[in-house]
């Protein structure tokens, strides 16, 4: 039995004392029990030797367990004391993780390719050992690459939800995500990131030293060790763990309702864009992560040249170009599609808002057209190259079936060529814009095959194939069907006359062609030449046409002043709001001011008074002689009287000084009422004059809707029917589908039952035949036991009847009487010698 010692020195001399006879087991015990024992409640430095040392024998042992024992046994002693002794479990800590760390590189050196080609480290040991090479290597080094991984799982165990151990816990956390990525760790990688989720779920029970998340330091701890793992998740191309590495961050700081800083929100866009650009579809959130990437640049980074604006502008331009223009609609699928793609994009939307404050959730719905209104009014379009603007101008604002692909591909070629790092912005990735080129090409060939419908009813496939060089005909046929499937474009080819037809008479949406707008132009035009009685009734429905587009313009108009009005009243709210504050902490720092001149003024006085005092002490003291006694004293009496005087006029000073600012406080309470007063009645009259502007605003945009209802009415009873012919299609559909699905789950259903009858009558047959075979071979073995005694009974008798044969011969010789004749050589005669068998002689 081990000895526990009372001094961690004494437990020390004796690991030492094992250790060097080669018992390290032993020592490893010796100094587990003084760590773990009783009388070791309080921290004191041999203690922190001890478990240096202890620490070091379990890394050469791989005593992940006697380690972890080890390390909670010290946490507690260190954090339960008044004093700030966590420095000391620090480096115990990193010592700890040193030493794995540098057994693990040797190890990797030895045996590289066998530890880097295991799938799983948490697997049993000689079971991972022997899968790797097909050898026992249970005696090598290579299984310190899975000890360290377990010593980073203890630490992090040790160390979480303690608010002593943060900073503790967050490097630990920041070497494990090293670990991950130094060796390509993805499954160690993903349980690291679920075990600190984990963890910070686990942070609202009712510990006693839990973490305060509302506290600065400790959500920033919190937050870098999120960043870091999303970065490492994005090194390792982990797209899933990255994301949800997003919403650990996002989750965070909605928890503790305070904006990250800067930096980590460049770090956090930057990541977005590679995450949906990678999920090629989710493009358009790719463009949001963009432009807010931009925003955030252009408001914070004071170091931002004009090229690095320029590329971040071209890429958020370039990445919403890339936004399928078909994206939002939602025809072709189902309810519970509907429903899967509202949940997406209200994840997707969420982990956008930067402010992370519920009144977004009212924000506008996010769409391609919504995000390129956005990027004009921020002033993207404007910061990005000449290159990028003429592609969004052509692609969006003109209208060329012919010549659109001619006319982009020379952008295509310059673009291609523009990115780069930022200068600016370290922790951004690199950015090239010729990402954007294959779907800038594909959208190219949607806008070429839509304004092909407006314009032409047919055309030839070589012709088409001629317009759009960037892709071969099947490939232009496939983003066709996907254009015809959510209605963006009505088109059929025909193979056999190898012709494209273009019709507009089957789209269901709101867009109209232009060819149909050309023909409804031409018959009107044919009704007006043979009435010519009704051009004069044209003309005033042309000048009322003009004079509604005229007030719907001048209502725009208000309606943009009106906006830019409370943009301006709000920056004037912001503004005075900004100024009382700096008003009042100016006054705070005045007072301060104040109350620190007058304890300087204090502690003046008093030091002139001490110092005088012991200046004349030391004149006293030179001259002070026998005789000069009675001097002393009276000097003394006369510092006592000149000392208390000085007291008294400070005491004066000091109420005095309070009477000057009663005073001015006096003076200028009516003068802050006035100005208050002042200003009550100055906004009253703005409030009544915003009022009575904003009734007429109401009044004028109230008449213009009814004239706009007025004009939409009379496409209510075509929009009625065009609804009921839809409506009765899709559910002729939607019967259809339902009764076909009814049959394949019938069939199904069927199917599936012959299959369980079909199993069970098998396994039924199995199970009576494995009985008929079991019930044979216990016959069997039931007839074998039966030989094998019978067999065993027979020799038994056997036996027997020979002991009683030769027990009746022995008795037979000791009963014949003894041979009295002298002759050497007679027969026997009598019973005696019927008894032999073999008529033997006796000598």
């Given at each position: ?39 070791c ?57 040193h030493?794995?760390?540098?057994k ?6 030895d ?24 050898k ?14 377990e ?30 990525k ?5 499954a ?10 984990n ?10 030293d ?10 920033q ?40 800083k800067?930096s980590v ?36 980074n ?42 997406r ?9 930067s ?70 912005a ?7 814009l ?12 949607l ?50 006359s ?46 009322k046409?003009?004079q ?45 001011l ?6 300087r ?15 004349e ?64 009645e ?11 502007r ?7 945009r ?27 299609r ?21 199917s ?26 216990e ?27 030769e ?37």
């Amino acid at each position: 039995m081990s000895t526990i010692f009372a001094k961690p020195e004494s437990a020390l001399r004796r690991a030492e004392e094992l250790i060097h006879v080669g018992q390290k087991q032993a020592a490893l015990e010796a100094l587990h029990d003084l760590i773990t024992s009783r009388r070791c409640r309080s921290w004191q430095k041999p203690l922190e030797k001890a478990m240096m040392r202890y620490v070091e024998l379990c890394v050469d042992l791989r005593k992940g367990r006697f380690a972890k024992d080890g390390l909670i046994q010290y946490s507690r002693i260190v954090c339960q004391q008044q004093l700030n002794n966590v420095s000391s479990l620090e480096e115990v800590v990193k010592h700890f993780m040193h030493l794995s760390s540098k057994k693990a590189e040797e190890a990797a050196m030895d045996h590289q390719a066998q530890a880097l080609d295991v799938h799983d480290l948490e697997a049993p040991e000689d079971l991972m050992l022997s899968y790797v090479s097909g050898k026992d290597w249970s005696e090598s080094d290579t299984p310190y690459l899975k000890f360290l991984w377990e010593t980073y799982r203890t630490v992090l165990e040790v160390l979480r939800n303690n608010s002593k151990l943060e900073a503790l816990y967050a490097m630990a956390a920041h070497k494990a995500f090293q670990f991950c990525k130094q060796y390509k760790r993805s499954a160690e990688f993903r349980r690291l990131c679920e075990m600190i989720r984990n963890h910070l779920a686990n942070l609202n029970r009712s510990y006693r030293d839990r973490p305060d998340l509302t506290a600065p330091e400790s959500c920033q701890l919190y937050l870098d060790t999120r960043v870091e793992q999303l970065k490492i998740a994005a090194e390792l191309s982990l797209s899933q763990e990255a994301f949800r590495s997003v919403e650990d961050i996002h989750g965070l700081m909605s928890m503790v309702q305070r904006t990250p800083k800067p930096s980590v929100l460049a770090v956090y866009y930057a990541k977005l864009t590679e995450i949906f650009w990678t999920s090629e579809s989710h493009y358009l959130y790719h463009a949001y992560a963009r432009l807010e990437l931009f925003n955030l640049h252009k408001c914070h980074n004071k170091n931002l040249t004009r090229k690095d604006l320029q590329l971040l502008a071209s890429s958020a331009l370039l990445a919403a170009l890339s936004v399928t223009p078909y994206y939002d609609h939602e025809s072709g699928l189902s309810h519970l599609e509907l429903e899967n793609e509202k949940g997406r994009s209200s994840r997707m939307a969420n982990l956008l808002n930067s402010s992370f404050d519920s009144k977004r959730e009212n924000r506008e719905k996010v769409s391609r057209a919504s995000l390129l209104s956005e990027l004009a009014a921020r002033g993207v379009v404007s910061c990005a190259s000449q290159e990028v603007q003429d592609l969004y101008n052509l692609m969006e604002h003109e209208f060329l079936p012919l010549d659109l692909a001619s006319k982009v591909q020379p952008l295509f070629s310059k673009i291609s060529t523009i990115g780069g790092k930022l200068s600016s912005a370290p922790s951004v990735p690199e950015i090239q814009l010729s990402q954007y080129q294959p779907a800038l090409e594909k959208l190219t060939t949607l806008r070429v095959l839509q304004q092909a419908s407006r314009v032409f009813q047919s055309m030839r496939i070589d012709t088409l194939s001629r317009m759009i060089p960037f892709f071969d005909f099947n490939v232009v046929e496939k983003i066709a069907v996907d254009a015809v499937k959510h209605n963006f474009v009505a088109m059929k080819v025909d193979h056999l006359s190898g012709a494209v037809r273009f019709s507009n008479t089957e789209i269901e949406s709101d867009v109209f062609g232009a060819s149909h707008l050309i023909g409804a132009l031409a018959d009107s035009l044919n009704k007006a030449v043979h009435k010519p009685s009704e051009v004069g009734s044209l003309a005033g429905v042309v000048e009322k046409e003009h004079q509604r587009l005229l007030a719907r313009k001048s209502i725009i108009e208000k309606r943009k002043e009106d906006y830019e009005r409370q943009i301006l009243e709000k920056e004037k709210a912001e503004e005075a709001k900004r100024l009382s504050i700096q008003k009042k902490s100016a006054d705070e720092e005045r007072e301060r001011l104040l109350k620190d001149r007058r304890l300087r003024e204090q502690q003046r006085i008093r030091q002139e008074i001490e110092d005088r005092a012991q200046r004349e002490i030391g004149k006293t003291e030179q001259k002070v002689t026998k005789q000069g006694a009675m001097e002393l004293v009276s000097h003394y009496l006369a510092y006592r009287m000149s000392r208390q005087g000085m007291e008294k006029r400070l005491e004066k000073l000091a109420k005095r000084m309070d009477h000057l600012e009663r005073a001015r406080r006096q003076e200028e309470a009516p003068l802050i009422e006035e100005a208050f007063r002042r200003r009550v009645e100055e906004e009253k009259v703005l409030h009544e004059q915003e009022q009575l502007r904003e009734n007429e605003i109401s009044e004028q945009r109230h008449a213009g809707d009814l004239l706009e209802k007025k004009r939409l009415s009379r496409f209510l009873e075509h929009k009625n029917a065009f609804q009921e012919r839809v409506v009765q299609r899709r559910e002729a559909e939607f019967l259809s589908l339902t009764k076909e699905r009814e049959e394949r789950i019938s069939q199904l259903v069927s199917s599936r039952r012959r299959e369980r009858e079909t199993a069970r009558k098998l396994t039924y047959y199995l199970k009576m035949e494995e009985q008929r075979i079991q019930r044979a071979r216990e016959e069997e073995e039931q007839r074998i036991q039966r030989a094998r005694e019978e067999e065993e009974q027979r020799i038994q008798r056997a036996r027997e009847e020979e002991e009683q044969r030769e027990e009746e011969e022995r008795e037979r010789r000791e009963e014949a009487p003894p041979a009295r004749s002298n002759q050497p050589w007679r027969r026997r005669s009598g019973p005696s010698a019927n008894s032999s068998s073999s008529g033997s002689w006796r000598h």
